[in-house]
């Protein structure tokens, strides 16, 4: 279909199983898609064996009253730094969205080939400093600039880690904020 997969990645696969046309009584499909297609939350076992997984995650845990929409205009390949969002995140934040205009790319190559990302700096800040922030999501692809692998890794640690100061913040990835 026409939602990119992580790294150009098949995204979904409908692999047709019964056939109508073929004589079966009905039509039926076989679908696989990876867990990380469209727009997802990363949960902290992502990156950390001892995280928590979505299954643990209870419903009132996906409602919040304080929600932000900060415009971070940013770049192919960009790395968002503490600077980008210097004082203009609230503390009682509870969910962050990041508009970058980047969702403008989402049928070319360069959204999944050069998106933005994160350094690793924002979200050790934030669980620092933004004690009620539990979710923040992003108008790209991924956390990880595909070009900048290792920093995306380390980013995704900062803001999943359970085993870090401050709380897991979670990363909703793949969001149409326009």
């Avoid at 056939?19 to 009584?25: A, E, K, L, Q, T």
Wanted: glycine share 8%.
């Amino acid at each position: 279909g026409q939602t990119p997969g992580v790294a150009g990645r098949p995204g979904f696969v409908s692999v047709p199983v019964r056939r109508i046309v073929s004589g079966d009584s009905s039509n039926s499909e076989q679908w696989t898609l990876s867990n990380h297609i469209g727009t997802h939350v990363d949960f902290p076992r992502h990156f950390s064996d001892i995280g928590e997984t979505v299954d643990r995650c209870s419903a009132a845990e996906s409602v919040f009253s304080r929600v932000e929409i900060l415009d971070v205009p940013a770049e192919p390949g960009q790395l968002l730094a503490l600077n980008d969002f210097a004082g203009r995140v609230d503390v009682a934040t509870e969910l962050l969205l990041v508009r970058t205009g980047f969702e403008q790319h989402r049928s070319a190559e360069i959204y999944w080939e050069n998106n933005p990302g994160c350094l690793p700096e924002v979200a050790e800040e934030w669980r620092k400093t933004r004690p009620r922030l539990r979710a923040v999501g992003f108008d790209f692809l991924s956390l990880t600039a595909f070009r900048n692998r290792e920093i995306g890794r380390e980013a995704h640690r900062a803001f999943l880690a359970p085993d870090r100061p401050g709380r897991p913040i979670l990363i909703i990835e793949d969001m149409a904020l326009s």
